[in-house]
Structures are given as C-alpha cells and as structure tokens.
C-alpha cells in the first residue's frame, strides 16, 4: 500500500494563478481531510470529507474549493492565488468512526509569489 | 473545542525518558484525547490516544487523571531519532483535529 499520496511535491504559482493539489488513498478510508501548514505553526484544516459525497468547512476555508471524486480521490483548488496562501499542504485521510488516527500524506510545498 | 497548552520545547537525551504534559482544562465529556509526532518535512504521525487513565503501546504511554484536566506523553528511553515536534490534540467526533504549536523535543546523545 502506498498509503496517501499527493501530488505535486513542490510548486510555484504567481499571484492569481489557480491550481489544482491532487491527494489519493489506497486504504479505502471513509474520510479525508485537506490542512495547510505555515512556518513553525501548527496545522489549520481548510475543508474535509466525512465520506464520498460530502465535504464540510474547517478553520480556514477561504480562497479554497475541494472535490471528493471518488472514495480514493479528494482534491484542494486554488482560484486565484495569493502569497498568503504560500504554505504546506498536507492530505490526510481516516478510517472512520472509532479512531483519532489519521494518515498523513509527504505534502505539497506551495509558493505564491 | 478544548484548548490545549503544552511546553514549547524539551530538551534530553539519549536513553531517558521523557514526559510531555498537556494542559486542557475545558475538555468536555465526550473529548478524546490524541497525540501525534511530526518530523521536519513530513506529515504528522499518530502515536497514542485515550479517554481516562494510562493506555500504552509499543512507542508511548499516555497517562490521564481522573478530572481529565492534563495529560502527559511518556516515552521511555529517547533516541535521536525521537528529535520532533510533539502534538496534543483534544478531540470530539472525526473531522476537528485541532493543532496548536506543539512541543519540539531535542534528543542529544
């Protein structure tokens, strides 16, 4: 299993560029979960999906749009970038009810200049 | 959501234990709680949670008093490769974990 993967690893946008972060688990996971990570902060969730088919808000949802595609599939789109949105990305994903446990995937390193 | 505090640094070294104590005293009735460890460059990593009491796995022990007010991380005999930021999570349902700053733990030989 290759656990949680994402895609890209590094990328550079110029302010007003969009882009489209891909995440993928082969766990057949109910849920995922998309978190962003500033420089020695902690992580701050932008939006997650409790199951296929449903997505929901987190602490930071603003400039950012998800789509869950399929069980495996739940991506994080920037519109229209902005250096604040310079940061890590990181995908998550969970199993379901009866866990805290949540998979991380390596991240993506976006800068927005 | 139950605020959590914890020290911002520890230092040790090599073949100690080490306890990192969380503090959160509005956690509610249903609140588990959670910790994860993060190394630079990589995603968090789930080491142990509980409700009340001590549970322990192969990496950690996890000790919580009765009012549930604190809790604390143990792990016994550190090595370097222990060196990471150490994450208290006070959790109620799946979607909201909510990380704060952590605790960077240094492990020197």
């Known amino acids: 299993n290759a656990g949680v993967t994402q895609t890209p690893k590094f990328q550079v946008l110029k302010t007003g560029q969009s882009m489209t972060l891909q995440c993928a688990q082969d766990?057949?996971?109910?849920?995922m979960y998309w978190y962003r990570q500033d420089p020695g902060m902690g992580l701050r969730l932008i939006y997650y999906s409790a199951s296929e088919g449903t997505t929901d808000k987190g602490e930071v949802p603003n400039g950012y749009n998800v789509s869950r595609l399929n069980k495996r599939e739940f991506s994080l789109r920037l519109e229209s970038a902005a250096p604040s949105q310079t940061s890590v990305y990181f995908c998550a994903s969970r199993q379901g009810e009866g866990t805290y446990e949540q998979y991380f995937g390596p991240g993506t390193r976006l800068t927005v200049t | 959501l139950a605020k959590t505090t914890q020290p911002i640094s520890m230092d040790s070294y090599e073949g100690q234990e080490v306890n990192i104590t969380c503090s959160h005293n509005?956690?509610?009735?249903?609140?588990?709680i959670t910790w994860y460890q993060q190394f630079p460059s990589q995603g968090p990593r789930f080491i142990i949670q509980?409700?009340?009491t001590k549970v322990t796995n192969e990496v950690a022990s996890l000790f919580i008093p009765a009012d549930r007010k604190s809790s604390t991380l143990s792990l016994p005999r550190v090595s370097l490769s222990d060196t990471a930021v150490y994450y208290c999570?006070?959790?109620?349902?799946?979607?909201?974990?909510?990380f704060g700053t952590g605790t960077r733990l240094l492990v020197s030989p």
């Open positions: 999570l006070v959790t109620t349902g799946f979607q909201k974990l909510v």
């Open positions: 766990m057949n996971h109910n849920s």
């Open positions: 509005n956690i509610a009735t249903n609140d588990y």
């Open positions: 509980g409700y009340k």
